[in-house]
């Protein structure tokens, strides 16, 4: 019984696994980039390294280490990286019960939330799925993630622009699979989702990054609840 | 360089504390359902609103037609139910061939 059991269990992480591992695969090369990118601009190795540890959010490092290597400043390096950095929050409760209430789990766990990992939590069926995929997405991502910005940082811009791979547009994708069940299950999280999207995009020339989809929360506003629907929309 | 570890300690300390008001409310605060359903259904418009940014802009302009054009290729074959593995690589080959061909 209990072998069967394991084989079950073991199917489904290797399923889990595989799905990550293209992840994995495209979040290493832009880690690559990443290092690369940091050390070519003038910063010491252990900048980018240290940083993809301790911060380990792709986007807010992209563009602290963008503001800095521009001159911008350290505190608007900080306040740049920062407000991308915010809906990670909206992502910790929305994780919150898979991560359940162990002390090492929530701490360790927290700093594994990223937009990729919380897509891939979410997209599985149930909560023990829920919960293996968290962290085999996660631990998997942390390490991918730090490989390659080290081996960028040392490697430098061997790797030349890897805008020719395409990986710009794999990420956007990885989100519309991983959304595309909750949007196609639910009405109400569509609307508001649609909304959102089209606030983000109207204010994205305006506002500073980080904003645009912060922005689109106030799509929420069509989440109603289910009985109060039909009234509250006449 | 002090003030470059000061950025990084910063970002690190502010991002964590962001990353962590979740998983620590969670089971001390009794959340309202109402407010658990806001927040998965956030988690969602946020997913959504980053790879609606994601694929059509890059530091605030239009990204160009090759990104969307790889992203539409991937979600197409998404909608169709394709594996992970075959969105994922077609929405990158689709661009990087229209990068070859010219296609900023």
């Not at chain 1, 290797?14 to 695969?25: A, F, K, Q």
């Not at chain 1, 050390?39 to 992209?62: E, K, N």
């Not at chain 2, 001390?28 to 994601?54: D, I, K, N, W």
């Not at chain 2, 290729?73 to 689709?94: D, E, H, I, K, Y």
């Amino acid at each position: 019984m209990r072998s069967v059991q394991r084989t079950i269990g073991s199917a489904a992480d290797r399923s889990l696994v595989r799905d990550s591992s293209l992840v994995w695969l495209a979040s290493g090369v832009v880690g690559v980039s990443f290092g690369a990118v940091s050390v070519a601009g003038g910063l010491p190795v252990w900048v980018p390294v240290l940083m993809s540890l301790v911060v380990y959010a792709g986007s807010a490092q992209f563009s602290a280490v963008g503001v800095l290597l521009a001159g911008g400043g350290p505190l608007a390096a900080v306040a740049t990286g920062l407000l991308l950095n915010t809906r990670t929050a909206a992502f910790g409760l929305a994780v919150a019960e898979t991560l359940g209430t162990g002390r090492a789990s929530r701490f360790l766990g927290a700093h594994l939330v990223t937009d990729e990992t919380v897509a891939f939590a979410l997209a599985q069926p149930d909560p023990v799925r829920r919960r293996r995929a968290f962290w085999i997405s996660g631990l998997g991502l942390f390490a991918v993630w730090n490989a390659g910005v080290l081996a960028g940082a040392l490697a430098g811009s061997a790797l030349g622009d890897t805008a020719r791979y395409g990986l710009d547009a794999a990420f956007p994708a990885v989100l519309v699979a991983l959304v595309l069940p909750a949007l196609r299950a639910d009405a109400r999280v569509r609307r508001c989702a649609l909304l959102g999207a089209a606030l983000a995009l109207a204010v994205t020339p305006a506002v500073p990054a980080g904003v645009p989809v912060l922005l689109a929360l106030a799509g929420l506003f069509l989440h109603r609840r289910p009985a109060a629907a039909p009234g509250a929309a006449a | 360089m002090n003030a470059t570890v000061a950025v990084i300690l910063a970002l690190a300390v502010g991002t964590y504390a962001f990353r962590l008001v979740g998983p620590v409310l969670h089971g001390r605060v009794t959340v309202p359902p109402r407010v658990q359903e806001l927040a998965s259904a956030g988690a969602v418009v946020l997913l959504v609103a980053l790879l609606a940014t994601g694929a059509l802009t890059e530091s605030g302009g239009f990204a160009g037609w090759a990104r969307p054009a790889g992203v539409l290729a991937g979600a197409a074959l998404a909608w169709r139910r394709a594996p992970f593995a075959v969105v994922v690589l077609a929405a990158a080959v689709t661009t990087a061939v229209l990068r070859l061909a010219g296609v900023s």
